[in-house]
Structure formats: structure tokens, C-alpha cells
């Protein structure tokens, strides 16, 4: 077992000035976490849950817009996850 080889992903980012769907997901998860994050400061500053939507908009796209920026002028590059082969179980033998 000792040439075993492990299996790897790999994933390639956006080239320069484009976005794949990716990013986009990611953008979009960015900015409901956002979303969430700005009514659960308002809820916990005022202390009563009151819904203001234009500040939630505002609070989703800021973070949700920025990370889609820093993507679209980030340069191309190939990420190589290397994930270990499962564990078998033994007996104690080697």
C-alpha cells in the first residue's frame, strides 16, 4: 500500500474580469448572511424586533456586491484539494 495514490478535486476560480456561478452562489449566500447579521444588530440595539427593509437591503448588498467585486478582478488560479483516502478499519494487525 504503499504507492497508493490520493484522490484529488481540482477547482478552477473565474479568470480576470468574469464571474461563474459559482461566485455568483457565494455572492448570493454572502448577502442573506449579511441580511441576517444587520436585523439581528437592529433587534438587539433597539430591543424590539421591528423590520426595516430598506436598511436590510442595504445591509445585504453592501457585503454581497463587495465579494462579487473582489472576484471579478481577482486573476484566475487552480486550487488542488488532495482529500485523504477513508479509513480502514483493522483489527490491530498491520
Not at 486573476?75 to 479509513?87: G, L, R, Y
Request: aromatic share 8%.
Amino acid at each position: 500500500m504503499a504507492n497508493e495514490t490520493k484522490p484529488e478535486i481540482q477547482v478552477e476560480t473565474s479568470k480576470f474580469l468574469t464571474l461563474n456561478w459559482r461566485d455568483l452562489v457565494r455572492g448570493f449566500v454572502i448577502a442573506v448572511i449579511g441580511a441576517a447579521l444587520t436585523q439581528i444588530y437592529s433587534v438587539i440595539d433597539s430591543g424590539s424586533l421591528v423590520f426595516n427593509w430598506k436598511a436590510i437591503l442595504t445591509g445585504s448588498l453592501v457585503p454581497g456586491v463587495s465579494y462579487l467585486l473582489r472576484n471579478l478582478f481577482e486573476s484566475s488560479k487552480t486550487v488542488v484539494k488532495i482529500t485523504p483516502p477513508d479509513k480502514q478499519i483493522t483489527d490491530g494487525k498491520s
